[in-house]
Nanobody, 121 residues
Framework: QVQLVESGGGLVQAGGSLSLSCAAS????????TEWYRQFPGTEREFVAS????????VYADSVKGRFAISKDNAKNTVYLQMNNLKPEDTAIYYC??????????????WGQGTQVTVSS
């Protein structure tokens, strides 16, 4: 079992910055990759960014390229999402998801609780 704790959301003016963090904890797991998603009211979650733990490969949605940066701290099992030049249309609940390998090679996905990001115009 893996627990994810997100933090860092809040209210910011357009053009400002926020940094989200997603800390993973649990017994005997190896993170494979971590992704950030966001959800607008009444819509499905959409992919924002991902990072692979083995080699640091990063992927971004077109809507955030050049503005958002995903990074990780292996020692802390934590992934960060630095969000710069925020726009009102970035307002959403942001979720992290980790794909982790557990004992006996079992692979599972886990979701964080979500954190609200609000960008005012």
């Amino acid at each position: 079992q893996v627990q994810l704790v997100e933090s860092g959301g809040g209210l910011v003016q357009a053009g400002g910055s926020l940094s989200l963090s997603c800390a993973a904890s649990g017994r005997t797991f190896s993170p494979i990759d971590t992704e950030w998603y966001r959800q607008f009211p009444g819509t499905e979650r959409e992919f924002v960014a991902s990072i692979t733990w083995s080699d640091g490969t990063r992927v971004y949605a077109d809507s955030v390229k050049g503005r958002f940066a995903i990074s990780k701290d292996n020692a802390k099992n934590t992934v960060y999402l630095q969000m710069n030049n925020l726009k009102p249309e970035d307002t959403a609940i942001y979720y992290c998801n980790i794909k982790a390998r557990l004992l006996f090679g079992i692979v599972r996905d886990y979701w964080g609780q979500g954190t609200q990001v609000t960008v005012s115009s």
